[in-house]
């Protein structure tokens, strides 16, 4: 489906939503980001992996990664409450090495690879650049990133820590690193947000998220349009 399609969509589905939900809709949009993006790889606990979504939601960074070497993630509604509906969430799971493939085709993306660690010196979460794009990658519960994120960073970074405990819970990071990031983001950089077509893109899910029998609808329209083309 095309963009103008997209376009023309938004416009018809958005009669079946009420206006409240609708502003709602446009107030929330306009604040998120795809300047930075979340990957977590191969967590096992999904209460953590879904505390990590919500952060997402609430800090407005739209896109977050799982992938999944050996874990299958399960997100808790519960502890989500809800976030994963509004979220681009992207499920690596059919490579061979998920986590190589992954942060080659961000790459290629042009994001830069910040693999949090607390056993590397190279930036505290106060003094990364946030210039660039970037998808910040945390790591198992109990043994951080693996080999293949070490290799693959552009940068490292931790959060400064004071106590006898070595690191925080992974959805707390999570929320720190977010919390510093974009708020410096909405601060210094220029053109953090979504493009226009991305969104469209994003819109049109949450409608389809938000209409009952939503697929229907929209190809009742295209059906529509056919026959009068």
């Known amino acids: 489906m095309n963009y103008q399609q997209k376009k023309e969509l938004i416009d018809y589905l958005s009669g079946f939503i009420s206006e409240r939900r609708k502003q709602r ?21 999904g209460h953590n992996a879904s505390a990590v979504l919500r952060s997402c939601d609430c800090f407005g960074v739209q896109n977050v990664h799982f992938i999944e070497n050996k874990n299958n993630l399960k997100i808790s509604a519960d502890v989500a409450m809800g976030s994963s509906n509004w979220l681009t969430i992207h499920r690596h799971r059919e490579a061979e090495n998920n986590t190589r493939k992954t942060l080659l085709d961000l790459k290629a993306r042009g994001y830069k690879i910040i693999a949090t660690t607390p056993h590397k010196d190279d930036f505290t979460i106060d003094t990364l650049p946030v210039n660039d794009k970037m998808a910040l990658v945390f790591g198992t519960e109990i043994d951080g990133i693996t ?8 940068e490292f970074v931790k959060i400064p820590m004071y106590g006898f405990t070595e690191s925080f819970n992974i959805s707390v990071c999570a929320a720190l690193c977010m919390y510093e990031l974009t708020t410096r983001i909405r601060k210094e950089v220029k053109d953090y947000l979504l493009t226009e077509e991305e969104r469209t893109d994003v ?20 059906k529509e349009k056919d026959l009068k083309q």
């Open 25 to 45: 809709f446009d107030e929330v949009i306009s604040h998120r980001t795809d300047h930075l993006r979340i990957v977590l790889e191969d967590l096992y606990q």
């Open 147 to 154: 080999p293949e994120v070490f290799e693959l960073a552009d």
């Open 203 to 222: 819109y049109f899910e949450w409608l389809k998220t938000s209409i009952d029998s939503s697929e229907g609808l929209i190809q009742g329209f295209l």
